[in-house]
């Protein structure tokens, strides 16, 4: 079975520029979550949805950050424009209703210069 | 709130000796759930186990083992008999059951495993 599936896997641009990340979770799994993983704070939960319904976005750092789902089999995370303190590896995780553990893609590292 | 504190940064071993990563938690609920997530050093998380506040029954897979102790707010996980292909980071995890909070999970900051040939 396929797992989650992030694009890209590596990521480098300048400043200024618009990035966006892409997930496709897990077949049938109707919880969707973006974290943000950086030395200095760890694995951060940015957002989260249910049923393609974003329910909590307390952790997305400022406006410069947004996050759709459009259907249930894909997520984007669009930071607009880059700084380069949004370095970091951004992982996409899903998993089904009922406290089943959550399953990670392999993340995107993305570099701002 | 919950919080979970993985007290050891960073442990080495030598190959086949025994070794336990901590983890302590705090939260308000009554029902919650815990994990162990490892991070290979090619960076992708991968789920190791899950455990519900009302069962604390030990459990053992393989040369991994964990010890969940409700009383001092503790699930420990144990690699026997160490091998390289284990030096990763852990996380351990936890989950409150609150469907409005949609159960979000809270990591610890992760022990860096160094397993020595």
């Known amino acids: 079975d396929a797992?989650?599936?992030?694009?890209?896997?590596?990521?480098?641009?300048?400043?200024?520029?618009?990035?966006?990340l892409r997930c496709k979770p897990i077949s049938g799994h109707d919880y969707l979550f973006w974290y943000r993983q950086t030395m200095m704070r760890g694995l951060e939960l940015l957002i989260y949805f249910n049923n393609n319904v974003p329910i909590d976005d307390s952790g997305m750092p400022e406006d410069r950050f947004s996050a759709k789902m459009p259907n249930a089999s894909f997520s984007?995370?669009?930071?607009?424009p880059s700084e380069p303190r949004d370095s970091a590896v951004y992982f996409c995780a899903s998993r089904k209703t009922g406290n089943q553990p959550q399953h990670f893609g392999d993340g995107t590292r993305l570099s701002i210069l | 709130a919950q919080k979970v504190t993985q007290a050891q940064t960073e442990i080495s071993v030598v190959e086949k000796e025994d070794v336990t990563l901590d983890c302590v938690y705090e939260t308000r609920d009554t029902t919650y759930y815990l994990f162990w997530y490892k991070q290979p050093p090619s960076g992708e998380l991968v789920f190791l186990i899950r455990?519900?506040?009302?069962?604390?029954q030990n459990e053992i897979s393989g040369r991994y083992s964990w010890n969940f102790?409700?009383?001092t707010?503790?699930?420990?996980?144990?690699?026997?008999?160490s091998q390289v292909v284990d030096s990763a980071v852990y996380f351990c995890a936890l989950s409150e059951r609150q469907e409005t909070s949609g159960s979000?999970?809270?990591?610890?900051?992760?022990t860096q495993l160094t397993v020595n040939p």
């Open chain 2, 104 to 110: 979000r999970l809270t990591f610890g900051e992760g």
């Open chain 2, 51 to 56: 455990r519900n506040s009302f069962d604390e």
């Open chain 2, 69 to 71: 102790q409700k009383s």
């Open chain 2, 73 to 81: 707010s503790s699930f420990n996980f144990t690699i026997t008999a």
């Open chain 1, 3 to 20: 797992g989650v599936i992030q694009s890209p896997r590596h990521e480098v641009t300048e400043m200024g520029q618009e990035v966006t």
């Open chain 1, 76 to 80: 984007t995370l669009k930071i607009q």
